[in-house]
């Protein structure tokens, strides 16, 4: 399995950006799927997540700025970031709990994708 990330980049504080993440592989089902952030010198941390009923969650400085969906059905989860800060700035890696064809069904494999960059400016 493999997680493909797109959408990062260079944006001026106040602006948009939206991340976009596409599973492929030997995928049987798809049991959540959610966005991770990693800034310079700091612990990779939690910014959303939502699973294939989709209920989502947010960690608390993403609330009201961002919005995760999905597409379960292609495979696909994306990170809408409005009125981004400087703050935001990071690697920010997709995440994915899958269940693999021909693996374990008692619980999902977890699995990273390769990161994209997002750098707010001042």
């Known amino acids: 399995v493999q997680l493909q990330a797109s959408g990062g980049g260079l944006v001026q504080a106040g602006g948009s950006l939206r991340l976009s993440c596409t599973a492929s592989g030997n995928i049987l089902l798809i049991n959540d799927m959610g966005w991770y952030r990693q800034a310079p010198g700091e612990q990779r941390e939690l910014v959303a997540t939502i699973t294939r009923d989709s209920t989502t969650h947010y960690e608390a400085s993403a609330k009201g700025r961002f919005t995760i969906s999905a597409d379960i059905a292609k495979r696909t989860v994306s990170l809408q970031m409005n009125s981004l800060k400087p703050e935001d700035s990071a690697v920010y890696y997709c995440?994915?709990?899958?269940?693999?064809?021909?693996?374990?069904?008692?619980?999902?494999?977890?699995?990273w994708g390769q990161g994209t960059q997002v750098t707010v400016s001042s």
């Open positions: 995440n994915a709990n899958i269940f693999t064809i021909g693996r374990s069904l008692s619980r999902p494999d977890n699995y």
